[in-house]
């Protein structure tokens, strides 16, 4: 049965969760693009003193959109704001917008999240875990809904290190009702507390709560039409609407970004480990296929009276992972070509595998230079800032030193079978085919991307021959440096030598 996606949508009204997130914006423009959708809810919630509209409004601003307002002007006014927040105990949505999504909603993608590592239990468990309770338990109101679709990850179930697409309960220390019960006796820090022994070998509380999120739909899901996507790291867009757009620093950009900018010099992890990573335009197409082909599932078992638990679709780079060394030798690679106008230093990279020995090197390259750096700030009046981003660099390569030293492999029978079900056009509109992806060219335009979208630098040749003139001056100071720092360590060693000897 071929899924139909363009017609999937015509004329549906779409709720969506995470819509300000980096895949949710994504996934907003290519509906509003590529499909007739009648309309958009999306759950946003006042951040920083502004209000929902406000963040809209900012939001709209964003060069993801540039493409489709162009074509389409008016488009953005099919998307209306609901003001809500995933970590109140009833979502923080008002009555008033609660009768309008369960009398209009046809379709749910709840894709809010906290992605933190080290998020505190407490928080993690409220915005992952019982935000998905109570976002099911609303579509249980929706009158018309057809289908539901929960973004996980395709880390969910880390403690293993091959993943089918199904649920794995076996794996939590006690299930996701007794832990959200437990949340609800216990104070914030108590539960905290108890991190070590419910969290058990998950690496961190995000993966945990994800797991327990999955739970949560494996036993309360009932007869909704849902499924599951699990995609792995997101990284920036491949091929639209914007070639390299990325809007965050998280995952392997934003270890390049510190490279680029000439701030992280030395990294921990294993070179041969295998990354799994999707551009977010991918992951996007996958999401909106896997809603059609959820509706048309529930069709089936509701025609043939059968109840099968919701279908998970992960979505990885298949056979076509990267080494962790040939994503950083790409960067290498193209330092000179794409560089930054406001880097600090020539941009270098060593690894450091030993977790004891990458502490000491990250003292000497990365913490004394800062505070030298800090305090050449303070004398010229402006605020220090190198020291707290290393607290932070060094805070990020410890959390996800679990994931850049061990390889993990996605079985995708699921999410292969849902392509193969696409008409030709639709793999052309839709298309996520990670195996016919060129990893050299796709680097070559997200470095470019980060340039421009990250670095806020102008896409000219006159940017980049200015960034590379200071590439070439910070060069010679780097090799002036190593001589001078060579010649004086040979002579300690050569007086040493004479000393003893």
């Known amino acids: 049965?071929?899924?139909?996606?363009?017609?999937?949508?015509?004329?549906?009204?779409?709720?969506?969760?995470?819509?300000?997130?980096?895949?949710?914006?994504?996934?907003?423009?290519?509906?509003?693009?590529?499909?007739?959708?009648?309309?958009?809810?999306?759950?946003?919630?006042?951040?920083?003193?502004?209000?929902?509209?406000?963040?809209?409004k900012m939001w709209q601003a964003d060069p993801i959109f540039e493409v489709l307002l162009r074509s389409k002007p008016d488009a953005m006014q099919r998307v209306h704001p609901i003001a809500g927040d995933c970590s109140e105990p009833d979502l923080g949505i008002s009555e008033q917008d609660k009768r309008i999504l369960t009398s209009e909603v046809q379709v749910v993608i709840?894709?809010?999240?906290?992605?933190?590592?080290?998020?505190?239990?407490?928080?993690?468990?409220?915005?992952?875990?019982?935000?998905?309770?109570?976002?099911?338990?609303?579509?249980?109101?929706?009158?018309?809904?057809?289908?539901?679709?929960?973004?996980?990850?395709?880390?969910?179930?880390?403690?293993?290190?091959?993943?089918?697409?199904?649920?794995?309960?076996?794996?939590?220390?006690?299930?996701?009702?007794?832990?959200?019960?437990?949340?609800?006796?216990?104070?914030?820090?108590?539960?905290?507390?108890?991190?070590p022994a419910l969290r058990g070998d998950f690496p961190n509380t995000y993966t945990y709560t994800k797991a327990l999120a999955e739970d949560v739909i494996l036993k309360e899901a009932g007869s909704?039409?849902?499924?599951?996507?699990?995609?792995?790291?997101?990284?920036?867009?491949?091929k639209?609407?914007?070639?390299g757009w990325i809007d965050n620093l998280y995952g392997p950009i934003g270890m390049m970004y510190g490279i680029a900018f000439g701030v992280l010099r030395v990294v921990s992890f294993k070179e041969n480990a295998l990354s799994s990573m999707v551009p977010v335009d991918y992951a996007a197409n996958v999401a909106l296929a896997t809603v059609c082909k959820a509706s048309m599932d529930k069709q089936i078992t509701l025609r043939n009276s059968i109840d099968v638990p919701p279908k998970i679709y992960a979505f990885g780079s298949s056979k076509n992972m990267l080494r962790n060394k040939d994503y950083i030798n790409y960067s290498m690679g193209l330092r000179e070509k794409i560089p930054l106008t406001q880097m600090i230093w020539y941009p270098f990279i060593f690894n450091v595998p030993s977790p004891i020995l990458y502490s000491l090197v990250?003292?000497?390259?990365?913490?004394?230079?800062?505070?030298?750096?800090?305090?050449?700030?303070?004398?010229?009046?402006k605020k220090p800032r190198l020291i707290k981003l290393y607290r932070t660099i060094h805070k990020n390569i410890y959390t996800t030193r679990y994931f850049t030293s061990n390889t993990f492999h996605f079985e995708m029978d699921n999410t292969n079978r849902l392509r193969d079900q696409l008409s030709s056009e639709e793999k052309t509109i839709y298309e996520f085919d990670m195996e016919s992806l060129n990893w050299k060219d796709y680097w070559s335009q997200a470095l470019n991307g980060m340039r421009v979208y990250l670095g806020k630098e102008p896409n000219t040749m006159e940017s980049i021959t200015q960034a590379q003139r200071l590439l070439w001056k910070l060069k010679m100071a780097h090799y002036s440096l190593v001589a001078v720092l060579a010649l004086t360590a040979g002579y300690i060693l050569w007086f040493l030598f004479k000393l003893f000897f």
């Open 362 to 381: 990250a003292f000497l390259v990365h913490i004394l230079p800062g505070h030298i750096f800090d305090l050449l700030l303070r004398l010229s009046g």
């Open 1 to 56: 049965m071929v899924c139909d996606i363009r017609g999937f949508y015509k004329d549906k009204v779409v709720f969506l969760t995470g819509a300000t997130g980096f895949l949710g914006k994504v996934i907003i423009e290519k509906l509003l693009r590529s499909t007739d959708v009648k309309e958009i809810y999306t759950m946003v919630r006042s951040k920083r003193g502004r209000n929902i509209e406000d963040r809209l």
């Open 110 to 195: 709840h894709g809010a999240a906290t992605v933190r590592f080290s998020e505190p239990l407490h928080v993690a468990l409220a915005i992952n875990t019982r935000a998905t309770r109570l976002m099911l338990q609303l579509a249980k109101e929706m009158k018309k809904l057809v289908a539901y679709l929960h973004v996980s990850t395709a880390y969910s179930n880390s403690v293993l290190f091959r993943i089918e697409e199904k649920f794995y309960p076996e794996l939590l220390t006690c299930g996701s009702e007794k832990v959200l019960a437990l949340s609800e006796l216990v104070s914030d820090q108590v539960l905290d507390g108890m991190e």
């Open 224 to 238: 909704l039409p849902v499924s599951i996507f699990r995609p792995s790291f997101i990284i920036p867009t491949y």
């Open 240 to 243: 639209e609407p914007l070639v």
